[in-house]
């Protein structure tokens, strides 16, 4: 079992930056590979970006890709999201997971899920 928690949200202007942290509870955090996803209002959650286990493989949506950096701590059990060059339409709710199999880009290969930290990007 796997208890997660985010933290790190809040409003930024266009073109700015945010980090976001997602503390995991659980000796075998370190195992685990683990996953950022994001929900926007009235859109279907969408997978942002997600790391192995060992931190040597990292997978990012092409929407990303080149702005969001993800990474992991495992002596901390801590999971980040380094957010750069923020646009409007980065605005959701931001979810960590912790992978149990299938697709890394769907929603549905996670097992547990934090409860979401809000992002919002003002133009």
């Known amino acids: 079992q796997v208890q997660l928690v985010e933290s790190g949200g809040g409003l930024v202007q266009a073109g700015g930056s945010l980090r976001l942290s997602c503390a995991a509870s659980?000796?075998?955090?370190?195992?685990?590979?683990m996953g950022w996803f994001r929900q926007a209002p009235g859109k279907e959650r969408e997978f942002v970006a997600a790391?192995?286990?060992?931190?040597?493989?990292?997978y990012y949506a092409d929407s990303v890709k080149g702005r969001f950096t993800i990474s992991r701590d495992n002596a901390k059990n801590t999971v980040y999201l380094q957010m750069n060059s923020l646009k409007p339409e980065d605005t959701a709710v931001y979810y960590c997971a912790a992978y149990r199999k299938g697709s890394i880009y769907s929603s549905s290969g996670y097992a547990y899920w934090g409860q979401g930290t809000q992002v919002t990007v003002s133009s």
């Open positions: 659980g000796r075998t955090f370190s195992s685990y590979t």
């Open positions: 790391i192995a286990w060992s931190g040597g493989s990292t």
